[in-house]
């Protein structure tokens, strides 16, 4: 069935400022994806409402501009404005070390990782929804894995997809 | 999945599972959106000048359905990964055991879906109902567009997706195909798409334009309806190449852009010129125009203009509508999800009925001859958690014939969600079509509670061991398409 691009919008916004939230590590920035991203989808809606999946479309751009340039220009427009604050939310409960360090990577590593610990996509998918190969994946996942001096259980097959 | 504690693994020590919750956690724990997250876009969306997407988006066509019941309160949208879109799917998700889902059975003996008294159009109108191959015979993939007659439909066959490389006609009486036209755009033009086709009288219209770059650019292109080779008509820049309906008539091509207003350009080519009276107007199906147009959001139209005699038909929806939509004569609307009732009514406000069990399609329902199409409720009641439960042997969508006051089912409904198409033609089509072989299906795997990703609704318990976390996708089919050709069904008034 169909459902109105506010109906969708509303109940989903909430989602996918979330995912926003973990692909940037900043509020402000994912409100501003999310709303791009939403955006862009409004201006297509009457043709991907009409396909399958206005939600995967809305990710597979909020993904793609994350690392696009778009993003680059916004940090950069950021960095003159307040310096970011270290992370103190309450009700916090995980890893406040591991998240700041996840921040601090660069854009592309940190998406590779939200898709595949966050999203639970498999690297062929990430990889396509990037625009990248599957090499790419690899190599910017073991180099953001790396850094953030995360073991990686070869030998564990229970990873979340 | 090994488990380090709370999370504050020690250096050197953390594992994937550490990022997996922590990615979770920081989810659930954002920080409230600064301002107005909604009215923002809202009000951005009505301000700023359309801006393409980046993705290929031309014409499109086929809808998935996910679920089932009320389009908001259900899983309509396929979701990624293990992110459970919606409350009832998180919570139905997170039960510890295996405890398969309820099967649909009625909560009070004897309820029946409204909508299970209808029966399929194969049984309802068999000379309209034909099967077609999905694909040409080299391959390449077809995309339905309108009928021409009531046996011959108009496809385009796609080198790659949903890019139109020739236009076939399928004949349903003799099986047979010919290649109507190569549709190749303009030499020289990188990342050109054809997108909506047309069929008028003697022409086939279409327009194309480049829709990943900024570019304000569209062309517009016919071709004899008996075949031949298309010809560019000519192309346009600025305001007039926001095109959002395309028509041809015996001397022109005819369009509308997003903001409203009808243009025309002689087939020999020349200056396109705004046909005066046209503000706001978009355009339905040569010679008509509504107040309306595919961008516009829950506006209820009010006008109906005939372009040739300008004659207007002002056109009110019944109070308490969402949406509501007219064809040359009738008009048909319906309220909220909840409501599952349509309206069907003249465009002058007469022989106003009710069908219950029905819901629009958002504002799209008219379709050729002044049909409409709905979505039908499986719902026939709930189940102990409060979810719907669903009969899935109830047709996915009702065909209305206004005329003669028939309703037959289309589309393919199975317990995971169904699926239909719809012709892409600029003005209301013919064809409503489906795969009857794709199957939704929905993939389940159980993982350590905190380690799916942000699976459960905020305030909701920690679930704890193993959880099940789905996906749902669709799977096979793509050999052949369910067609229903409108033009061929009888009617007698």
């Known amino acids: 069935m169909f459902v109105e691009f506010a109906d969708f919008v509303a109940a989903r916004a909430d989602a996918l400022y979330r995912y926003g939230y973990v692909l940037t590590g900043h509020a402000e920035d994912a409100a501003d994806l999310v709303q791009e991203a939403l955006l862009r989808l409004g201006d297509a809606w009457p043709r991907v409402q009409r396909r399958d999946d206005p939600e995967g479309y809305v990710r597979t751009t909020m993904a793609r501009l994350h690392i696009s340039t778009w993003r680059r220009l916004r940090r950069e427009r950021l960095v003159a404005e307040v310096p970011e604050k270290p992370y103190t939310q309450d009700g916090f409960s995980g890893d406040a070390g591991l998240w700041h360090e996840l921040k601090g990577l660069p854009p592309k590593q940190r998406a590779v990782l939200v898709l595949r610990y966050y999203e639970g996509l498999p690297d062929q998918e990430i990889a396509e929804l990037l625009g990248v190969s599957r090499g790419t994946v690899r190599s910017q996942a073991a180099r953001a894995l790396d850094k953030l001096r995360v073991r990686v259980a070869e030998l564990e097959t229970g990873r979340v997809r | ?493």
Request: proline content about 7%; glycine content about 14%.
């Open chain 2, 1 to 493: 999945m090994n488990q380090s504690g709370d999370g504050t693994g020690p250096m050197g020590g953390r594992s994937e599972a550490d990022l997996v919750r922590t990615l979770a956690k920081a989810a659930d724990a954002a920080p409230e959106p600064v301002g107005d997250l909604l009215g923002v876009i809202e009000r951005r969306r009505v301000r700023r000048t359309r801006r393409r997407a980046q993705s290929i988006l031309a014409v499109a066509a086929v809808i998935t359905v996910i679920g089932g019941g009320t389009a908001v309160a259900r899983g309509v949208f396929p979701h990624r990964g293990g992110e459970g879109p919606i409350l009832a799917d998180a919570t139905a998700t997170a039960v510890t055991s295996e405890k398969p889902r309820p099967t649909p059975t009625p909560s009070r003996s004897g309820t029946k879906a409204p909508g299970a008294s209808i029966r399929p159009a194969a049984e309802v109108w068999p000379a309209a109902v034909s099967k077609i191959p999905a694909k040409a015979a080299d391959g390449w993939k077809y995309r339905p567009i309108t009928a021409l007659s009531a046996t011959e439909l108009l496809l385009a066959a796609e080198s790659s997706f949903e890019k139109a490389g020739r236009l076939e006609v399928y004949d349903t009486g003799s099986g047979s195909r010919t290649v109507l036209a190569e549709t190749p755009g303009p030499e020289g033009v990188k990342g050109y798409f054809a997108q909506s086709f047309d069929v008028g009288a003697e022409h086939v219209v279409w327009y194309g334009e480049t829709p990943n770059n900024g570019d304000k650019w569209a062309d517009f292109w016919v071709v004899p309806r008996s075949g031949g080779t298309a010809r560019q008509v000519g192309e346009v820049t600025g305001e007039q190449s926001e095109v959002d309906a395309v028509g041809v008539t015996a001397d022109s091509v005819v369009w509308s852009v997003d903001k409203g207003g009808v243009y025309r350009m002689p087939l020999d080519g020349g200056t396109p010129e705004r046909i005066e009276g046209t503000d706001g107007l978009h355009l339905v199906s040569w010679p008509w125009a509504a107040d309306v147009g595919e961008r516009d959001f829950r506006k209820p139209q009010t006008r109906l203009v005939n372009l040739e005699t300008m004659q207007v038909t002002e056109v009110k929806a019944p109070d308490g509508l969402t949406a509501f939509d007219c064809g040359l004569e009738w008009c048909f609307g319906s309220g909220d999800g909840e409501d599952d009732r349509a309206v069907v009514e003249r465009a002058d406000g007469s022989q106003h009925r009710t069908l219950p069990g029905l819901g629009a399609l958002g504002g799209d329902i008219v379709l050729a001859r002044d049909m409409g199409l709905f979505h039908i409720s499986g719902v026939v009641g709930l189940d102990g958690r409060g979810e719907e439960i669903e009969d899935h042997h109830v047709p996915l969508l009702a065909l209305y014939d206004p005329l003669t006051g028939t309703l037959a089912g289309a589309g393919r409904r199975d317990p995971k969600g169904g699926g239909y198409g719809r012709g892409t033609s600029s003005s209301p089509t013919s064809i409503i079509y489906w795969d009857d072989d794709r199957r939704t299906v929905e993939k389940c795997r159980m993982v350590e509670a905190d380690t799916a990703p942000a699976s459960r609704p905020s305030g909701a318990p920690a679930p704890t061991g193993k959880i099940k976390s789905c996906e749902t996708t669709e799977e096979g089919g793509g050999k052949e398409f369910t067609v229903v050709n409108l033009l061929a069904i009888p009617r007698t008034e």
